[in-house]
């Protein structure tokens, strides 16, 4: 897809006008993963791929939206002065939530827009194209409106949009990375006290690639519920004489003191992989400022290993993509990403291995789950903006 021929489809649909274009990316976790509730850190980056929104203002109520990769909706309209959510809007109300809430929060959007969106993240992957379509909209409000909201603020607001407007109970992280990103770094953030340092992603010889097992993830919410309450039965435990107010407080050392007041030995694998894994997260930071790719690889490992084995987040199909991963030559790290049960996982590899990489993993993965994977590059990229001059489109 070209951006010619989205401005293309967006005349087909809305007829000619002065088109503004807009990106938002989508995200990974490098590491950090099931942390973020627990008090600690997570390290996510913003990738290349993400979501388009070609716009043009209108001078009436109306708000015309049109996707490209759910064409069978068509071009649904709504009106600024009536921007409930609805279950039947579907998708809209990811873009529909964004102008609600900041309309709320007292911004002025006094006219109407017709948008196209074209996203590039394959769906049910775990790169949060949800949040993607939200910080888009956001940027272009922005533009169209001519306002001046500091990129935190936008930030939460994408995050208000899935808590209270959507229902879904996501922590700020995935709207953080996308709007906040930055080309080759990646973000150490507390999620909590919203305090963030970026890091140096200088990857040299190598590169990131993404591994989507192609799975849908039914069974991550159920599970994702579980695990919370087994890490807040074990902090429970270990509150009563330590005054230990989250597990991502403490370090291993403390940790390894204090496990034996935790009563259930599930919950202490639990908490032993949120402390060990927020530790992670502030190693990597040092091992990428330092450029030390080989330390952060086997941090990675170590990742992936705790979520398995501590957490039992990943499953059969994340496990056979990493497991072929770490076999491959050039290979320093690979890990499961996101929530688990399905989704993605990630490996830096070798830049010259990397063909080699994607067929033997590919060949692998087929051979023991009975279908394959997609494999492709992911580069750290800019945050949600807006795009001015010639862009090529992944």
Excluded at 323 to 340: D, I, N, P, S, Y
Excluded at 342 to 368: D, N, P, S, W
């Amino acid at each position: 897809m070209q951006v010619s021929d989205l401005k293309k489809a967006f005349t087909q649909k809305f007829g000619e006008k002065d088109i503004q274009l807009f990106f938002a990316p989508g995200r990974i976790n490098l590491i950090g993963e099931h942390t973020d509730y627990n008090g600690g850190n997570v390290f996510p980056c913003a990738i290349t791929k993400g979501t388009y929104a070609l716009a043009s203002g209108r001078s009436d109520r109306k708000v015309r939206l049109y996707s490209e990769n759910m064409p069978e909706s068509g071009v649904v309209e709504v009106s600024l002065d009536c921007l409930d959510y609805r279950e039947e809007d579907g998708w809209v109300n990811y873009p529909k939530g964004m102008i609600y809430k900041l309309i709320e929060a007292g911004w002025d959007i006094p006219a109407g827009m017709d948008v196209l969106y074209y996203g590039n993240i394959p769906n049910g992957a775990g790169l949060s194209s949800s949040a993607s379509m939200e910080l888009v909209t956001g940027v272009m409000l922005e533009y169209l409106c001519d306002l001046r909201i500091d990129r935190v603020d936008l930030v939460k607001t994408g995050q208000k949009v899935e808590n209270e407007y959507i229902g879904v109970n996501s922590g700020i992280m995935d709207q953080f990375a996308i709007g906040m990103g930055r080309s080759d770094h990646g973000i150490l953030l507390d999620c909590h006290r919203l305090q963030y340092e970026y890091a140096p992603l200088h990857l040299h010889h190598y590169t990131l690639m993404i591994m989507n097992t192609n799975k849908e993830r039914t069974l991550a919410g159920s599970k994702y519920n579980d695990r919370r309450s087994e890490c807040e039965a074990a902090l429970e435990d270990l509150k009563a004489g330590t005054g230990i107010e989250a597990l991502g407080a403490l370090g291993p050392e403390e940790f390894e003191k204090w496990k034996a007041r935790i009563r259930n030995e599930t919950a202490v694998r639990r908490a032993r992989h949120a402390v060990y894994e927020n530790d992670r997260t502030k190693k990597s930071l040092q091992r990428l400022k330092d450029g030390d790719l080989q330390g952060f690889g086997a941090l990675m490992n170590a990742s992936h290993v705790s979520l398995r084995d501590d957490y039992e987040v990943t499953g059969e199909e994340l496990d056979t993509l990493v497991e072929a991963a770490w076999e491959q030559e050039g290979v320093l790290g690979a890990r499961m990403t996101g929530a688990g049960f399905g989704g993605c996982a990630i490996a830096l590899v070798e830049t010259e291995k990397t063909e080699a990489f994607r067929r033997h993993v590919a060949a692998q993965y087929e051979a023991v789950i009975g279908y394959a994977p997609s494999i492709y590059e992911a580069k750290a990229g800019d945050g949600a903006k807006p795009i001015t001059g010639e862009v090529v489109i992944e």
